[in-house]
């Protein structure tokens, strides 16, 4: 139990930022639900949708901030292994560890999804959706839970196997070149709808098809980064470390960017077409979007160690401490570059699309470019704020990190 305590309490940041994902992740289950359970014409099926959305979301953010923690402490786990503890014992330790994380993160997030109820409900009320007594239940607050937890610990297990296996990546080329053919496939798929309402739906599911084969296409997407030096060497080799980084962004950038530039397409050119209330888009996406926005920015916490040993090892090879700053932004704009380019092909594609099912002809009209400006902008900026606050702490870190 010491040794589990320990390793808890000397890890706290990324276990932390594990458990605020998990605290929105539960909170977006626990409304969906209640609406499944509520009354109304459209209950059922809003809900439904609402929930299908974030689960599909939330298990591509867990399953890769898990992933990344894991990766970040397997040295930890395989010393335990080299001094005689068991593989069934260090799975049980660490998996205690994401279970009482997890659990501590989701259940009070289910239970603040009550605040949200009234919120909800004036939002269709707004729009005129037939939606009615929206309460969270217990049932709601343990189901949400329970899907929070069982996402962590089956990121987590999957991970673990790492201990006892070669970290030599296999199959990389052919990952690489199954997700570009199923991608571009993906894409031909939406061509081949005429109904631009349905194309729009279809939109919605290629944005977390692409995001669930982002980290497949990273090595070939990265090979840009070669003239960035060190920063680019960095995120190209850091894989582990890029795909979670980049895959929220994604997600948030696909679902409001690509997807909102389809719809101004659709209602600049149809007078019939109305824009719902934002209240309405609020809490339709909310619970998709909400988990990604928390692991954009904290995702940075769970690499600390790793940021900081680097800055360290820059500093004993007698780097100027501006270098260290200088690496850290540069991996910042490496990361934004690669996500606002996948984003801006992702909008155009949509955008192209929407036009000619509306009009016969391949435009721009609708392309939200401010938006994508001003993401790349946060993201930029953020990120270069985490990464050289982080890199700042390296006096403080000591222990082994692989690189």
């Not at 949708?49 to 689960?55: D, H, K, N, S």
């Not at 659709?266 to 998709?288: I, R």
Request: charged letters at 10%; hydrophobic letters at 55%; one cysteine or more.
């Amino acid at each position: 139990m010491s040794v589990w305590l320990k390793d808890l309490h000397s890890n706290w940041p990324s276990w932390l930022a594990v458990a605020l994902t998990c605290f929105i992740s539960g909170m977006g289950f626990s409304l969906a639900v209640a609406l499944i359970n509520a009354t109304g014409d459209d209950a059922t099926s809003l809900g439904g949708t609402i929930l299908g959305l974030a689960i599909c979301s939330n298990i591509l953010v867990i399953f890769s901030q898990m992933k990344l923690i894991i990766d970040e402490h397997i040295h930890i786990y395989r010393s335990w292994r080299m001094v005689g503890m068991p593989n069934w014992l260090i799975f049980v330790l660490v998996l205690g560890q994401i279970v009482a994380v997890s659990a501590c993160g989701a259940i009070p997030g289910a239970f603040c999804a009550t605040f949200l109820t009234d919120f909800a409900l004036d939002a269709f009320h707004r729009d005129n959706i037939r939606v009615d007594g929206i309460s969270v239940t217990m049932g709601g607050i343990v189901l949400a839970s329970a899907v929070c937890v069982l996402a962590a610990v089956l990121g987590g297990f999957l991970s673990l196997r790492r201990i006892y296996r070669s970290g030599t990546p296999r199959w990389a080329a052919a990952k690489c070149a199954l997700a570009f053919i199923l991608g571009a496939g993906i894409l031909f798929a939406c061509t081949l709808i005429d109904d631009p309402t349905d194309a729009m739906s279809a939109c919605l599911g290629l944005i977390l098809l692409f995001a669930f084969l982002i980290p497949w296409m990273l090595p070939l997407l990265m090979q840009w980064t070669r003239p960035l030096g060190i920063a680019g060497a960095n995120v190209r080799v850091r894989s582990n470390f890029t795909a979670p980084h980049i895959m929220p962004w994604i997600l948030f950038g696909g679902l409001i960017i690509a997807v909102g530039s389809g719809l101004r397409a659709m209602l600049s050119m149809e007078e019939e077409f109305t824009m719902s209330p934002w209240q309405v888009f609020v809490v339709v996406l909310g619970p998709t979007i909400a988990p990604s926005v928390m692991a954009a920015f904290t995702t940075s916490l769970l690499m600390r160690k790793r940021i900081a040993h680097d800055a360290g090892a820059l500093t004993l090879a007698g780097a100027a401490r501006n270098s260290i700053f200088q690496v850290q932004i540069g991996e910042a704009f490496a990361l934004t570059a690669t996500t606002t380019g996948l984003l801006s092909g992702l909008t155009l594609f949509i955008v192209l699309l929407m036009n000619h099912e509306m009009t016969g002809e391949y435009a721009l009209t609708g392309f939200w470019w401010q938006a994508l400006l001003v993401q790349a902008c946060v993201m930029f900026i953020g990120l270069s704020g985490f990464k050289c606050g982080l890199a700042t702490n390296f006096r403080d870190t000591t222990a082994h990190v692989r690189p």
